[in-house]
């Protein structure tokens, strides 16, 4: 027995050796570095161009979205090397398989310089961040990056969003000023409504009868009933899960604030996932489905095949931020406003706030330039950084037209929008502005959005920062309370499920504890308040 505590002891010795030199090292060496943050800050221009006298490079480790090319490829981070001095060497992750590659990075603590469209959660966010692995960015925010100081006082509600308990900044997001970039429209088929003698629908109950009219009444004039009357994604791939529910959830009157299946009344939080307004939401696309108005592939269709689908000019209603996938056919498509529920609710409860993609970038403690760093991202936040990045080379790949740019039509005709830009594919960390969405917002887009508008919320507030630990409940029970939500949601709207069983359904959501979740998100806008 002595001889196993001895062996105990010198493990815990050993273990607790390895620790101390480990604090040792980094107090040892916490002079030099000081002397070497010191000296990066002072090589780096606090304005204009080069950031740094004597060229430098950073790795930094990314997703690349499918439609993309390599990054380094790609006018913006071509010229912006020369522009700057810095060169990045970037680590291209597929989005598949991108978070495992990324934990797999931090577990094994084999860190880049900087995460650029990163894609990190909030937990991750305070969990490397508290770790040491990622670095506190609010001072070198505050004097080195002019651009995204200055959106974070036009815009107060950025900064409870990414700022921690402890009032740490640790990762930037995606901010986004247009409303029209931040929501869907509801896009209809008008040439359906017009052949069809039929008005655009105003109420929940209009939409059904519009809907069974593109399914009986051969619209698009082929003798066959292959129509699709309506559809939606199957996943959003991020936030809430199934994407067909925040877009026709404000016609029941429930909102998406905070991130989450939540309603605000009088500041009070309420996650509706299992209240009766929720089950009249289910009811109704369950009539939609099961008489063949929504499309049966709503659940397992591919982002491709949507995307097809929409750029077919078959679909009589859907949902999407722009209409770059139906260009074509454009003028077969409006928008409209949100539609009028049973109760007169009419509410466009969908959509994001202007910090968005709340972990786009980060920069991690290897790293030896932050100062340069961050000057360098902050160029992407303001309006020629962010120009850069979405449209490429003036000339070559973009003309201004009233000081705002477009894609040029030889360049737009070699449909390689998504080879020369991060942007698309989405995630990317800087400025989207009514000034370089213009191949996002184009008029029609514009005009889609006025229909919008009058019913967005007056605030969209984004998912809270909370502590690690309750970081760590809210991510046990949302696992488990989400995948529970959306497997019955699914079935009801199926009618794999009976309504029968919405007592059921709503006993095990208390089971998992939707009521203690309730209570940490109202903690944490309570905080916000």
């Known amino acids: 027995m002595n001889n196993h505590r001895s062996k105990l002891t010198v493990s815990a010795m050993i273990a607790l050796s390895l620790t101390l030199a480990g604090c040792s090292s980094s107090k040892d060496s916490n002079n030099t570095n000081n002397k070497a943050d010191e ?78 469209r990163s894609a990190l959660t909030s937990l991750e966010t305070i969990r490397y961040g508290s770790a040491g692995q990622l670095i506190p960015l609010e001072n070198l925010i505050d004097k080195y990056a002019p651009n995204f100081k200055k959106l974070m006082e036009q815009y107060p509600e950025i900064a409870p969003a990414i700022t921690t308990p402890e009032g740490h900044i640790y990762a930037l997001p995606t901010v986004v000023t247009l409303s029209a970039a931040r929501t869907d429209k509801k896009w209809i088929n008008q040439a359906w409504l017009k052949k069809l003698n039929l008005q655009e629908p105003q109420t929940t109950e209009d939409l059904y009868k519009v809907l069974v009219a593109f399914r009986d009444q051969d619209p698009n004039g082929n003798g066959k009933q292959d129509e699709i009357p309506m559809t939606a994604r199957a996943s959003s791939g991020v936030g809430l899960g199934l994407p067909i529910l925040p877009m026709m959830s404000g016609s029941f009157g429930l909102d998406s604030q905070l991130g989450y299946n939540i309603n605000l009344d009088n500041d009070k939080v309420d996650i509706w996932m299992g209240n009766d307004r929720n089950k009249e939401l289910l009811q109704y696309l369950n009539k939609l489905y099961s008489e063949k108005l929504l499309d049966p592939e709503v659940f397992s269709q591919t982002e491709a095949q949507y995307l097809a689908k929409q750029g077919s000019g078959a679909v009589g209603f859907f949902f999407d931020q722009t209409n770059n996938s139906f260009l074509p056919i454009q003028d077969q498509y409006t928008g409209i406003a949100p539609l009028k529920g049973p109760h007169g609710d009419c509410l466009q409860s969908q959509g994001a706030s202007v910090p968005r993609d709340l972990g786009s970038f980060a920069i991690t403690s290897v790293n030896k330039y932050p100062e340069a760093t961050m000057r360098w991202i902050d160029y992407f936040y303001g309006e020629e950084g962010s120009t850069l990045l979405r449209f490429g080379r003036e000339g070559e790949h973009y003309e201004l037209k009233d000081g705002v740019p477009y894609y040029t039509e030889e360049f737009l005709n070699t449909g390689n929008q998504g080879k020369i830009t991060p942007y698309a594919g989405g995630g990317a960390p800087h400025l989207i502005s009514e000034k370089v969405a213009s191949f996002i917002n184009p008029p029609q887009v514009q005009e889609a959005q006025t229909k919008l508008d009058p019913y967005m919320p007056k605030v969209r507030y984004a998912a809270p920062m909370f502590d690690e630990e309750t970081a760590k409940k809210v991510d046990v029970l949302r696992n488990d309370i989400d995948k529970y939500y959306e497997e019955q949601s699914s079935k009801f709207i199926t009618g794999a499920l009976s309504f029968d069983k919405w007592d059921d359904f709503q006993s095990t959501l208390k089971k998992l504890k939707i009521d203690e979740l309730e209570k940490l998100y109202q903690d944490a806008y309570d905080k916000i308040k």
């Open 39 to 116: 000296a990066s800050a002072d090589a780096v221009s606090a304005s204009g161009f080069p950031i740094v006298q004597e060229p430098i490079k950073l790795k930094m480790f990314s997703r690349i979205a499918p439609v993309n090319g390599p990054f380094k490829d790609m006018p913006v981070f071509q010229d912006y090397a020369k522009l700057s001095n810095i060169q990045v060497d970037f680590t291209e992750v597929p989005t598949d398989g991108f978070q495992e590659k990324k934990n797999l990075l931090f577990a094994a603590n084999e860190l880049p310089d900087a995460l650029f």
